[in-house]
């Protein structure tokens, strides 16, 4: 049984948590709960507990801090993060922190909850086996130079596939962290046995073939390949069936992520954030120099999946036509490789040229557009103005108006005013800011004309938003600012 113990700063959010799930039909119990980080340690040190589930905003001890404590203290306790900000920074510094998975609270329904906490709990397990596997590998040294590499790119992939294998079947298969070696006792052609594996095993797993492999532990290839592997096959540009991998390059690649992780937590890069201007859509020197950052810097496939989901919701509407984006957004979950995604950017790229074309507007009228949207959304909650912003992009108020209208297929005060309503969803449900200051900050600054357009926009009230969206009950008064 696994003995867990919730902490959250909110009560109310607290007892709806637990409630919300059958523990004891997942092999689990919760023993306690904590309002902040100090009660949380406390209550480690009086009773045995297995799992926390730590919410990262609460006052005094945050719960990144938190984490680090209990990595600290009690290094057998697992932390799983509960958190309303499911952007991927938040993200990434809880499991560099050591988390194990992370929970939006803002997502969890009782339709999804079960399924949530089961992937949990198998993650548990999984790692609780391969502290064996991983002690089965301390005396191991490989005895070959080359082995074949299996990793399984669909879940519940298990090695009875890999067992069938002519190959393996001669062989020896050692089960790694979420992937299997198998060494090469023969010579082998490279071409053939690539089409050989793909045919036997389709697209649900990538094989590689590992060189420079003699003589070294298999501990420490474990560890090795689980820091390395996933990123040197995701841009791995061959194109071949079977993907040549040398051991020293991944053992500097292993290093390099250490690095990253060390000093900004890893995940997306430079390139990346750079690359939400959009002009690599509509010209060819930034295209090569977009792609050729992601290559140089590398970030993981899920800061460019994140890239291509952010792609997808800031430009869905005014870019791309519904089937254009339904058509990207399904591709988007079938991508594999950095080769995948290079296809994919350059359909997104062909939609934004063709969107210039009916739009008949030059390029950099489209540009300067594009820069209007992102100083709009960065800027909703300021008192800006069109002039304001026609200003920023360098255009004349009356010339601004007309384009961003045709662009936009609405008025300036509509689209802003759009933006601020998102704004202002966001403010309600990852913070405790009364109404009426969420109407301030979300650029509105009557709090009684913000909550009538709230509900004639969203259909409910901005409290009864809140209060739905986050579990927590009754909705809140309605606040005033005195007029």
């Not at 689990?28 to 709960?33: P, R, W, Y």
């Not at 009690?74 to 932390?79: M, S």
């Amino acid at each position: 049984m696994i003995r867990a113990v919730v902490v959250d700063n909110e009560r109310l959010v607290r007892k709806g948590f637990i409630s919300l799930i059958d523990w004891a039909s997942f092999g689990m119990v919760i023993t306690g709960e904590a309002g902040d980080g100090n009660a949380a340690l406390d209550l480690l040190r009086k009773q045995e507990t297995d799992l926390l589930f730590v919410d990262i905003s609460m006052p005094g001890m945050t719960g990144f801090e938190l984490i680090r404590q209990v990595r600290l203290q009690y290094p057998a306790v697992r932390c799983v993060v509960l958190t309303r900000h499911h952007e991927f920074d938040y993200v990434q510094e809880a499991l560099r922190l050591g988390a194990v998975d992370y929970i939006v609270k803002t997502l969890l329904e009782a339709e999804n909850a079960d399924e949530t906490i089961r992937r949990l709990v198998e993650r548990i397990k999984w790692e609780d086996g391969n502290r064996g596997v991983l002690a089965g590998l301390e005396q191991k040294v490989m005895t070959v130079d080359k082995a074949l590499l299996y990793v399984p790119l669909m879940p519940d992939l298990n090695e009875e596939q890999l067992l069938a294998l002519p190959l393996v079947k001669n062989s020896t298969l050692h089960t790694m962290p979420d992937m299997w070696l198998s060494p090469l006792l023969v010579r082998m052609d490279v071409e053939r046995t690539g089409r050989e594996q793909a045919a036997l095993l389709g697209t649900s797993w990538a094989t590689a073939l590992l060189e420079g492999v003699c003589d070294q532990p298999l501990k420490e290839i474990a560890a090795v390949l689980e820091q390395s592997v996933l990123l040197a096959l995701f841009y791995d540009t061959g194109g071949q069936a079977l993907t040549r991998l040398h051991y020293g390059e991944l053992q500097a690649l292993a290093m390099k992520q250490q690095q990253r992780l060390a000093e900004n937590g890893g995940g997306s890069s430079l390139a990346l954030v750079k690359a939400l201007n959009l002009r690599w859509t509509l010209e060819r020197r930034e295209w090569e120099l977009f792609t050729g950052g992601v290559l140089s810097q590398q970030p993981d496939q899920e800061a460019v999946a994140e890239f291509g989901r952010e792609l997808l919701r800031c430009w869905s509407r005014l870019l791309l036509t519904p089937e254009e984006a339904q058509q990207l957004k399904l591709a988007a979950e079938s991508n594999r490789s950095w080769r995948h995604w290079t296809s994919w950017l350059r359909q997104f790229s062909a939609h934004v040229q063709q969107r210039m074309i009916e739009l008949g507007m030059s390029k950099e009228v489209l540009l300067c557009l594009i820069t209007a949207v992102r100083y709009m959304k960065s800027h909703a909650g300021n008192k800006i103005t069109q002039g304001d912003v026609a200003a920023a992009i360098h255009m004349s108020r009356g010339y601004f108006s007309r384009c961003f209208a045709r662009f936009a297929g609405e008025s300036f005060g509509e689209s802003l005013r759009g933006m601020r309503l998102e704004l202002a969803k966001s403010l309600l449900l990852e913070t405790h800011v009364p109404v009426c200051e969420i109407a301030c900050q979300s650029g509105f600054g009557d709090d009684r004309y913000f909550s009538k357009l709230f509900r004639e926009h969203v259909g409910k009230l901005p409290s009864e938003y809140r209060a739905e969206g986050t579990g927590s009950g009754e909705p809140e008064p309605e606040q005033h600012i005195p007029l």
